[in-house]
C-alpha cells in the first residue's frame, strides 16, 4: 500500500537515525575519559550529527503529521478514544464534504459520504505504529471538464487529511464528464498505543447511522462501568456555498 509505504519511509529513516546515535552516544562515552583529545573530539563530532539527524527525520515527521492528520495520542487509550470519536463524529465529514465542494469540480452526492462509526472498545486499537486507522468514505461521484476532474484529483495532495482515490471511472463527454471512484481516509497516530484497559461490559461497535458524513452510535446509558461508546453527533453542514 503506498500510503503505508509512505509514512513508513519516515520511520525507517528516524529508527536509522536513532541507531546511528545510540551507537555514537555509546562510543563517545566509552572513550571520553580514557581517549586522546583529539580523539574525544572527533568522537563528540559524530555524536552531535548523529543527534542533529535524529531531530531533522523528527522534525519532517511531525510535520508530515501536523499537515495531514488529526491529533490522536492512545497511549492513554480512552483519551485518545474520545479525540478519535470527536475527528469521526463532528470533524472529518464537514472537512471532506467542504473540501470536495471547493475543489474546483461540482460535488454530486454529498450525502452519500457515510463515515463509519469509530470502534467502542479502546482495547481493540492496533499497538503497531505502522498500522493506521482505516475510514472509508465510500463512491465518490463529481461532475466537470476533463482538465477540472484531472485538477481535481492533484488537488486531494493538499487536502488536510491523508486520502487515497481508487477505482476511478469515468463516463459523459466534456465539459460535462462524470467521474466516480472510491475514497478512504487513513490516519496514523503520534505514539503507539498504551496498555489495554479493564473492560467491565462487553463492547459493541455501533452500526452507522443514515446522517451525511457521520457515523452511528451514543453515549452508553445504564450503569457505570459498561463500554464505552462515542458522543452524541451534530449533522454535517452542506458544503460551502449551497446552504
Known amino acids: 500500500m503506498i500510503v503505508v509505504v509512505g509514512v513508513g519511509m519516515y520511520f525507517l529513516l528516524i529508527t536509522k537515525a536513532q541507531k546511528r546515535l545510540t551507537s555514537e552516544t555509546s562510543r563517545y562515552n566509552q572513550y571520553a575519559q580514557t581517549g586522546t583529545p583529539e580523539y574525544v573530539n572527533a568522537q563528540k563530532a559524530d555524536f552531535e550529527r548523529a543527534l542533529q539527524e535524529v531531530a531533522a527525520q523528527e522534525a519532517k515527521l511531525n510535520a508530515y503529521y501536523n499537515a495531514k ?19 469521526q ?3 472529518l465529514g464537514p472537512l471532506i464534504v467542504n473540501w470536495i465542494a471547493g475543489s474546483g469540480v461540482r460535488f454530486e452526492n454529498a450525502n452519500a459520504i457515510r463515515i463509519p462509526a469509530p470502534p467502542a472498545n479502546p482495547n481493540d486499537l492496533s499497538s503497531d505504529p505502522l498500522a493506521p486507522i482505516t475510514i472509508p468514505l465510500g463512491r465518490i461521484r463529481v461532475t466537470g471538464s476533463f482538465n477540472q476532474i484531472l485538477a481535481h484529483f492533484a488537488k486531494w495532495n493538499s487536502c488536510k487529511r491523508l486520502v487515497m482515490i481508487d477505482n476511478p471511472s469515468i463516463s459523459g463527454t ?17 505514539y503507539p498505543a498504551g496498555p489495554v484497559v479493564e473492560m467491565a461490559g462487553a463492547s459493541t461497535s455501533a452500526g452507522t447511522m443514515g446522517v451525511p458524513g457521520m457515523p452511528g452510535g451514543g453515549m452508553p446509558t445504564g450503569g457505570g462501568g459498561s463500554a464505552m461508546g462515542p458522543p452524541a453527533q451534530a449533522p454535517t453542514p452542506p458544503p460551502s456555498g449551497q446552504r
Do not use: H
Not at 181 to 187: L, M, P, S
Open 69 to 87: 492528520m488529526p491529533y490522536l495520542d492512545f497511549r492513554d487509550r480512552k483519551q485518545g478514544m474520545i479525540a478519535l470519536w470527536q475527528e
Open 174 to 190: 466534456s465539459p460535462n464528464l462524470t467521474c466516480e471512484y472510491d475514497a478512504t481516509v487513513y490516519i496514523f497516530p503520534r
Open 89 to 91: 463524529s463532528l470533524n
